[in-house]
């Protein structure tokens, strides 16, 4: 018999340094004298994943036999970030940590600086599919995430001289990476190409190639629910490395040429693009790792069956479709239940209609996957005769429910003519049981006009599920200072795991007292970051100035632009003197964001914004009063860093474009106010944290929607610049190479675009945007209001913890729940 190991069993300070001792001697080689920082940090991660195994192998046995569902989220992304804090607190071991950092002669927070920080997606749809697996974990819902082991993950960015983004490969992966196992052993096949063809009566594809897909398991702890789940991300490999005829012909490139197209195949993360290409290898990826969690989830499930009885696998596990990556699981499963399993069309349709659900994630036409029949013809031969199939059957079943035949050829999963598009989202809604937007605007916005013509026919189908975010990676690990002052506040840390228990700090914004302590800790924070930026960019940053932060990606409809133009008009007005420098209020501005590579304007606007930085930082006349930072490389660990000190949050985007956000939500509970538009996830947040707490201007969603009518991409914000003497003056600056020496032709793209397209209407916007400055200063000029104000953002903001985000998602998708305790509670008995 042997004892399990709950993630919380108790362990001395000195008795976990001797755990790190143990590794660093069996694994490294070496005594705490000659190790370095990185061996320190691989022999505390493995001691610290050591804890956590036995809940894990516990958890995933007490799923495969109990009767509750487990959770699959497929997803092409899963921005972890660094994984040492996170474990140590799950593991209950991060006090002896500390203590055992000592003991050994190491600073704690070098040790966690070493982890190279996993930078396994592009956004928020990445993050948010890390935040989720951690909330089914804290809240005990056996759950797998799967996606892909990407060698490269997001590209490392860097400026050069110019102000110019330049991308550097993410290798993540060169040094030993402890919480990664992989498992040789649960290899699965995944095959490509060839042909299909007719074997007594049936249809059967004979690939071409195949290429071996190795799990490589990251434990999933929870916070406090004694469960670990897992994140199953594939690698690909050949199955014949070598080509032992060819390296025989001396044809040594040959010979290995096979090896590196398969590895190819999980090489790179593909940096979203303003507008997706229908690139093959992305449609490798996909198909790649849907494959391989389909048919790892049926092993899990039917262990050693060789006629399972797959019609229970809706009853199994429910699979949750992160946008439109994993689609392809769709005839992937229709194909394994009828090819591999030989149930009959109707049969493999309700058990796939049953296990699929999707959520959509964008409001951007362009942005919604659409692939080539041909190219998935070509590469998965029997998949396109199964869509084409299912596009066929639904044909009909629309025409059974309606006569309007315009409405029918626009739902068609496979469109009609020559070079045929097969509509990924469509499919999806087609072949799921629910689909969710990810905020309520967002989802009436699906309902009403992305997928209009599917809810008037299906509305039973469409659903909300608001985003959310970890509380315990981004309040109780990024923000320890404010984290104690809650606890203090609330007498209970059970905020960590409930985060709706926030509104019990409600009566406390009207204690002079502690809303001068939540106003302590922001300025403490805003040193520490401060000291950050000095020692890691080599910033001088004034923390007796407003902090004003806008990260994320770099995207015309996420309007950056419209803060730059904002800040440039203020740097004039401020040398002109029609600002007066003592009425000012001190701001650092600061930016975070990477542009897709292959996206023209958002690297302009990149370039813009770092030479604005660099003339307005050197301008002695307006230093201290106006600073402009942008640190380069935004990635999970600048987040972490930046939110907790920030007091002003830019949520600007143009309305109808955000499906939600989430750095919005995280900056809420952290104690900033945010200035934003009525866009995605803003709404809840206004609704929720009060109005008159919120700096809310621009125009509204109908608003954009009149002002397209009446035409305003096609020349109209020419109009908007004439007329606004702020706004011509900014933009001229920017044309007449105030940012670049001189030369005019440096923004040539961006000023052409904003006079004669603006798509996205920031010049339409700039007036109320540089209208609500003014309130926001009046505010932040007394204290005691704005950080009374921003004590509420905090209180609450708890609806937009991950945790309330899954039980939603339980509650109106994925119909399950947590393990029964018992089972949990229960001592392993071999
Ligand atoms: C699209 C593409 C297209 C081509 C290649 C790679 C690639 C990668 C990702 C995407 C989809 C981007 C969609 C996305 O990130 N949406 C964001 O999802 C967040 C979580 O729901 C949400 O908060 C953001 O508002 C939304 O922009």
Redesign the pocket.
């Known amino acids: 018999m042997t004892q399990m190991t709950a993630p919380h069993a108790p362990i001395t300070a000195e008795a976990f340094a001797d755990e790190i001792r143990n590794y660093l001697l069996t694994e490294q080689g070496v005594t705490p004298q000659e190790a370095t920082v990185k061996d320190v940090y691989v022999a505390t991660a493995k001691a610290t994943r050591n804890h956590l195994v036995p809940a894990w192998a516990k958890t995933r046995a007490d799923m495969v036999k109990g009767n509750t569902k487990a959770v699959g989220y497929l997803s092409a992304e899963f921005l972890l970030g660094r994984q040492l804090r996170n474990s140590l607190l799950d593991a209950g071991l991060s006090e002896q940590f500390s203590k055992a950092m000592a003991e050994l002669g190491f600073d704690a927070n070098e040790v966690v600086f070493s982890e190279p920080e996993p930078g396994l997606g ?4 990445g993050r ?1 599919a890390a935040c989720f697996v951690d909330s089914l974990a804290s809240l005990g819902v056996p759950a797998f995430g799967y996606g892909i082991q990407y060698q490269y993950g997001i590209f490392r960015q860097e400026f050069d001289d110019q102000g110019r983004q330049y991308e550097r490969a993410d290798y993540w992966l060169t040094n030993e990476n402890p919480w990664g196992h992989t498992d040789y052993n649960r290899d699965v096949r995944v095959n490509f190409g060839g042909s299909v063809q007719e074997k007594d009566g049936k249809r059967v594809w004979v690939p071409d190639w195949s290429v071996r897909a190795i799990p490589v398991d990251y434990l999933v702890p929870g916070y406090e629910s004694g469960r670990v789940n897992t994140l199953r991300l594939w690698t690909a490999k050949a199955y014949h490395e070598i080509d032992l005829r060819t390296f025989n012909r001396g044809d040594y490139y040959g010979a290995v040429h096979n090896q590196i197209q398969a590895e190819d195949i999980t090489k790179i993360l ?1 940096p ?2 303003s507008t ?1 290409q229908g690139k093959e290898l ?1 449609l490798q990826q996909q198909y790649f790792f849907v494959s391989a969690s389909l048919h790892d989830a049926i092993r899990t499930f039917y262990p050693g069956q060789e006629k399972p009885d797959l019609t229970t696998f809706p009853t199994k596990i429910t699979f949750q479709l992160n ?1 439109t990556h994993p689609v392809i699981g769709i005839p992937e499963l229709m194909r394994i239940l009828m090819d591999e399993y030989g149930y009959d069309w109707d049969t493999a349709w309700d058990v796939t209609t049953r296990t699929f659900n999707y959520t959509c ?2 409001l951007l036409p362009e ?1 919604l ?1 659409v692939w080539p029949a041909d190219l998935i013809g070509k590469l998965l031969p029997r998949h396109l005769e199964i869509i084409r199939k299912i596009n066929e059957n639904f044909v009909k079943l629309l025409s059974s429910l309606t006569d309007d035949q315009a409405k029918i050829d626009r739902m068609r999963i496979v469109t009609e003519g020559d070079n045929q598009q097969v509509r990924m989202a469509y499919l999806a809604t087609a072949g799921g049981s629910h689909v969710n937007g ?1 905020a309520e605007l967002h989802s009436q916005l699906l309902k009403d006009v992305t997928l209009r013509d599917f809810n008037d026919l299906f509305p039973a189908k469409f659903t909300n599920v608001t ?1 959310g975010v970890t509380p315990r990676r981004f309040v109780r690990i990024a923000n320890p200072r404010l984290s104690d002052l809650i606890t203090e506040g609330l007498g209970t840390d059970s905020w960590v795991s409930d985060l709706s228990k926030l509104e019990g700090l409600v009566p406390l914004a009207d204690d002079d007292e502690f809303v001068h302590r939540f106003a302590e800790v922001k300025r403490a924070n805003k040193r520490d970051f401060a000291a950050f930026a000095k020692e890691r960019y080599g910033f001088e940053v004034n923390p007796n100035t407003m902090f004003d932060s806008m990260i994320k990606r770099l995207h015309e409809y996420k309007r950056q632009s419209l803060k730059i133009l904002a800040v440039i008009s203020r740097y004039a007005s401020l040398k002109s003197g029609q600002t007066k420098l003592e009425d000012f209020t001190p701001r650092t501005v600061i930016f975070g964001a990477k542009a897709a590579p292959g996206y023209a304007l958002a690297k302009e606007t990149i370039q813009l914004i770092n030479n604005v930085s660099r003339v307005i930082n050197n301008d002695p006349e307006v230093e201290g009063k106006l600073n402009v930072l942008f640190p380069w490389n935004y990635n999970i660990e600048l987040a972490q860093n930046l939110i907790p000190a920030t007091e002003l949050d830019e949520q600007i985007s143009q309305a109808g474009k ?5 750095g919005n939500m995280k900056f809420a509970l952290n104690g900033a106010l945010t200035v934003g538009t009525l866009d ?1 996830a803003n709404v809840e947040i206004r609704d929720r944290v009060g109005h008159e707490n919120f700096f809310l201007f621009g125009m509204t969603v109908d608003e954009v929607e009149d002002l397209y009518a009446k035409g305003y991409d096609k020349g109209m914000s020419r109009q908007y610049y004439e007329s606004d003497p702020r706004l011509k003056q900014a933009i001229d600056m920017v044309a007449d190479g105030t940012f670049s020496n001189g030369d005019k032709s440096t923004y040539q793209n961006l000023v052409n675009d904003w006079l004669n397209k603006d798509y996205f209407m920031t010049l339409a916007d700039f007036r109320a945007y540089v209208g609500i400055q003014a309130e926001i200063e009046k505010t932040y000029a007394d204290e005691k209001t704005w950080f009374r104000k921003a004590l509420l953002n905090t209180a609450r903001s708890g609806y937009f913890s991950s945790d309330r985000s899954i039980a939603d998602y339980l509650e109106r998708v994925w119909l399950t729940g947590p393990l029964p305790e018992d089972e949990k509670l229960k001592s392993r008995e071999d």
């Open positions: 592009n956004g928020g749809l948010l593909y979203e693009d997706p992305r946008d994630h964008t942005a996957e990810v985003n955000e499906a939600s956000g989430t995605g």
